[in-house]
């Protein structure tokens, strides 16, 4: 049952992977498993190679704790591979209420997060400043178009999934930023072997440097990175708020014109400038689907932990 479920937490990660904008480090930190999601892959380093050697590569796999690996990235991949073209059909065609379900599942994480830290101080509200404005400053960039080169691959899925363990920050957005973001989903929905090949060896590289930083700041300064970290994923906010203008388009990877570079509106301006409905009554509901979700998981986490502690009371 727990791998079942920890299949399931990687399968919303990879979920939200796919939408720029939306980061699957929100849902792992959320879901309650970034620390050990870290902690897993920082013991894939040369001492696992004396494990196997020494113990078998069964206890290697047990060392790095295989099986939990196993299911999370399993999901997240039969998410990407399942879902790409579902979330992109909803993006294209039902944007508003999609947009606002992730608006209000960052902001209920950002409340989340913000309850783990212990007590607050200038420093941590600095950090938190910090957090917030380099992620805005992030979302404010003008994509680039690197060329579609297997080095760029290679470099762009080193980059993505290093954002991609980091609540708050879009792996998805930053390829979209690179200008890779067509040719990878495309690649996604195509099964394009040599192209995926190249970016999760790209992957590879940067989850097994990166985790290393991110875990020891974890382990060392817990509070302080992680009210960074939810400065991160406030400065987010404005990347996904819902009603927005487009100012100019680019021509992706099936030759169609989508939006490049877009400017927030309010609702009531939306209407006035597009000439479209704003949706708001599905946008609240949307909005208040994604607390609901956060707020369910929060109360799934308390339950559960409350459990096991009087199941180690009892034995």
């Not at 080169?149 to 991609?164: E, V």
């Given at each position: 049952?727990?791998?079942?479920?920890t299949?399931l937490?990687?399968?919303?990660m990879?979920a939200?992977?796919?939408?720029p904008g939306?980061s699957?480090?929100t849902?792992?930190?959320?879901?309650?498993i970034?620390?050990t999601?870290?902690?897993s892959?920082?013991?894939?380093?040369?001492?696992l190679?004396?494990?196997?050697?020494?113990?078998?590569?069964k206890?290697?796999?047990?060392?790095?704790?295989?099986?939990?690996?196993?299911?999370v990235?399993?999901?997240i991949?039969?998410?990407?591979?399942?879902l790409?073209k579902?979330?992109t059909?909803?993006l294209?065609?039902?944007p508003i209420?999609?947009?606002?379900?992730f608006?209000?599942?960052?902001?209920i994480?950002?409340?989340?997060?913000?309850?783990?830290?212990?007590?607050?101080?200038?420093?941590?509200l600095?950090l938190f400043?910090l957090?917030?404005?380099?992620?805005?400053?992030?979302?404010?960039?003008?994509?680039?178009?690197?060329e579609m080169?297997?080095?760029?691959?290679?470099?762009?899925?080193?980059?993505?999934?290093?954002?991609?363990l980091?609540?708050?920050i879009s792996?998805?957005?930053?390829?979209l930023?690179?200008?890779?973001?067509?040719?990878?989903?495309?690649?996604?929905?195509?099964?394009d072997?040599?192209?995926?090949?190249i970016?999760?060896?790209?992957?590879?590289?940067?989850?097994l440097?990166?985790s290393?930083?991110?875990?020891?700041l974890l382990?060392?300064?817990?509070?302080g990175?992680?009210?960074?970290?939810?400065?991160?994923?406030?400065?987010?906010l404005?990347?996904?708020?819902?009603?927005?203008?487009?100012l100019t388009?680019?021509?992706n990877?099936s030759?169609?014109?989508?939006p490049l570079l877009e400017q927030?509106?309010?609702?009531l301006?939306?209407?006035?400038?597009?000439?479209q409905?704003?949706?708001i009554?599905?946008a609240?509901?949307?909005l208040?689907c994604?607390?609901?979700?956060?707020?369910?998981?929060?109360?799934f986490a308390?339950?559960?932990?409350?459990?096991?502690v009087?199941?180690?009371?009892?034995?």
């Open positions: 049952m727990n791998y079942l479920l299949y937490k990687g399968m919303a990879g939200a992977d796919v939408v939306v699957g480090g849902i792992a930190f959320i879901t309650g970034l620390d999601l870290l902690e892959i920082r013991r894939i380093n040369p001492k190679i004396s494990v196997i050697r020494e113990q078998g590569v206890q290697a796999f047990e060392y790095i704790n295989g099986p939990f690996l196993v299911c990235f399993g999901g991949l039969t998410s990407i591979f399942s790409s579902l979330i059909y909803l294209e065609t039902h209420p999609v947009w606002s379900f608006f209000g599942l960052i902001l994480s950002v409340v989340h997060m913000l309850k783990q830290v212990k007590g607050f101080s200038f420093i941590r600095v400043a957090g917030t404005v380099f992620a805005w400053g992030i979302t404010m960039l003008s994509p680039i178009a690197l080169t297997y080095l760029n691959i290679f470099i762009g899925g080193s980059i993505a999934i290093c954002a991609m980091l609540p708050g792996g998805s957005f930053i390829l930023l690179l200008g890779l973001y067509p040719s990878v989903l495309a690649a996604a929905k195509n099964f072997i040599t192209i995926l090949a970016f999760a060896s790209g992957c590879i590289f940067g989850l440097t990166f290393h930083l991110l875990s020891a382990r060392k300064f817990h509070d990175t992680l009210i960074f970290l939810t400065g991160l994923m406030l400065g987010t404005g990347k996904i708020w819902p009603w927005k203008e487009v388009w680019r021509t990877s030759g169609q014109q989508v927030n509106l309010s609702p301006q939306f209407e006035q400038i597009t000439g409905p704003a949706h009554a599905w609240v509901a949307a208040i994604g607390v609901a979700l956060v707020w369910g998981l929060e109360l308390a339950r559960n932990g409350m459990a096991n009087n199941q180690d009371k009892k034995g």
